[in-house]
């Protein structure tokens, strides 16, 4: 008897099915050209694992490129549907089991991650540098392209994690970038013009401090204070916080700054006045006088010239416009929130498809 089931095990053996493809599948209408597809992806899976082990991120991002762009051109050339993505998740799965990566979900985020971004060049230098997690954010949350690359630019270059990148996506902090009134192109040379305006934006949101708009101006400071991280994050990248209610003489006058920071790639102080109220043009004169006040007392040699942001309840832009007209000290005038209340433009709103949606399309696509 034991003889027997010997001789059955050598039997199947002799007649084991070829790999990746099991002797019963569900799936019957597979295209002939499929063994083929399988072999060289297998192959391309292999030398990459080979090259670099997959440890590094930008070669495993690479490589769901690379997988999501050959699956993108069998699709488009032969009408591929959703049975061959799910074949070659398990196929794939069979011949790697040691990695991960590979479900029927994954594979159709390769399929967008691909179409997201045509450009290789891009992706190797720009989106292969970010966290695989990151880049599903940016597919699922963000429709334009010329966005989702400022997002992934500013992942790269300040080394977002996905839940920040996430919060700056939710806050609309490329709509709001580069949005203060200002007099910078005036007051500042130009390459230094260029950057604060893109530093600087509007309005920004304080959502951190919670949503009562019942605020004293001291309260608001402490509050932003309390929450420091949060603020530091909000304002951007290169902000060093200074102190506080700074204490400058005049006279026989006491003056004190909100809020005093620096910027390390402005290389110049920052003041930030907060007001709980409707912009009013004698703000900026107030403000005016502490940035002569900042460059003639605290500001190097090397320093570039302090700039001032006046943060504001709410204002006309035409009144601010006038209101900075005639000051030779770089200014910039903006609104603070508690909470984005404006709604997004319609063609601003996410079209990529969520992987919900990308499964549905495909559910009903040469089945």
């Known amino acids: 008897m ?23 599948s569900p799936l ?7 063994k083929n597809f399988l072999i060289a992806l297998k192959t391309r899976i292999q030398q990459e694992r080979l090259r670099a082990v997959l440890s590094s991120n930008a070669a495993l991002i ?20 959703a049975k061959v993505i799910d074949r070659l998740s398990a196929d794939l799965k069979k011949e790697f089991p040691d990695m991960k990566g590979f479900s029927p979900r994954n594979l159709k985020y390769m399929r967008a991650f691909a179409a997201a971004w045509p450009d290789k060049t891009i992706v190797q230098r720009i989106i292969a540098q970010i966290p695989w997690r990151s880049n599903l954010a940016l597919l699922d949350k963000i429709q334009n392209s010329d966005q989702r690359l400022w997002y992934a630019q500013m992942t790269l270059q300040h080394g977002w994690s996905q839940p920040v990148l996430v919060h700056q996506i939710e806050s609309r902090a490329f709509e709001r970038k580069g ?44 509050a932003l204070i309390d929450h420091i991280q949060q ?3 909000e304002l951007g990248q290169g902000f060093a916080f200074v102190g506080r209610q700074v204490h400058l003489e ?26 709980a109220v409707a912009f009013d043009p004698g703000h900026v004169s107030k403000l005016n006088m502490y940035l ?3 460059d003639d007392i605290l500001r190097h040699p090397d320093d570039k010239p302090t700039i001032g ?35 997004l433009p319609e063609a601003l709103k996410t079209s990529l498809p969520s992987i919900e949606e990308i499964e549905a399309e495909l559910g009903g696509v040469d089945e």
């Open 250 to 275: 005049l006279g026989d006058s006491d003056f004190y700054l909100d809020l005093l920071f620096y910027h390390l790639k402005l290389r110049c102080y920052v003041v930030i006045e907060l007001k």
């Open 179 to 222: 949005k203060s009134i200002n007099n910078f192109a005036l007051a500042l040379p130009p390459v230094q013009s260029d950057m604060a305006n893109q530093i600087f934006k509007d309005p920004y949101l304080f959502d951190f401090i919670g949503t009562s708009d019942n605020r004293h101006e001291r309260e608001l400071e402490q």
């Open 309 to 343: 942001l006046l943060l504001v309840k709410e204002k006309n832009k035409l009144v601010a416009e006038y209101a900075l007209r005639g000051y030779t000290n770089p200014i910039g005038v903006s609104e603070w929130e508690t909470q984005i209340t404006r709604a």
């Open 28 to 34: 019957t209408d597979i295209p002939a050209t499929y």
């Open 231 to 233: 603020f530091l994050l």
């Open 2 to 24: 034991e003889k027997n089931k010997s001789n059955d095990r050598k039997f199947l053996g002799r007649h084991k099915p070829e790999v990746g493809f099991p002797v019963s």
């Open 292 to 294: 002569n006040v900042v």
């Open 62 to 81: 690479t490589l769901y490129w690379d997988i999501g762009s050959a699956i993108l051109e069998k699709q488009a050339g032969e009408g591929w549907g």
